[in-house]
């Protein structure tokens, strides 16, 4: 990925982009205005050449690397079963949680994380809310989106 389309954020853009962030996560002024922030592919946030966030479809999402770093989403907690799974891409069946925490509402962005290290290993959308998730036994209830991995986890700025 050698020749990737990448292009430097204006203080303008980078201040909408906090806006974004802020409106979203909840977190404010997550670029500081030393920051080197770009755009690549027009899809990845990259600050100091790292992933921080990403579109996928309309959705501005964290990496997962920033989210090992700083877990600011609210946790859904798998059983070990469900992990090989949810590590290879596949949807969040309602018999693989065994925690949900408070505030998950439908349409959140959530961290899938493991019930032994609570690590997260993926990042995902929630199909219902908390109390309709503890409702049900079966069916997909998160949308997996992002993880260890795929596509936006390996991502390189150029040759390895």
Known sequence: MTNMRQITLSKKEIKGLNSEISTHYSIDEFFSKDDF?????????????????????????PSLRLILQNNFLKNIVINMGA?????????LMRPGIVGVDA???EGSIVAIVDEKNLKPIAVGQSLFS????????????????????DD???????PE
Not at 153 to 158: E, I, Y
């Open 37 to 61: 922030v770009a755009l690549a592919e027009d899809t990845y946030i990259l600050r100091d050449g790292e992933i921080m966030f990403f579109y996928k479809e309309d959705l501005l999402l």
């Open 83 to 91: 992990v090989p799974f949810i590590a290879k891409g596949a949807d």
């Open 103 to 105: 505030y998950v509402e």
């Open 130 to 149: 908390k109390d309709e998730m503890q409702e049900m036994e079966v069916g997909k209830v998160v949308l997996n989106l992002h993880y260890v991995g």
């Open 152 to 158: 936006v986890w390996n991502f390189t700025t150029g």
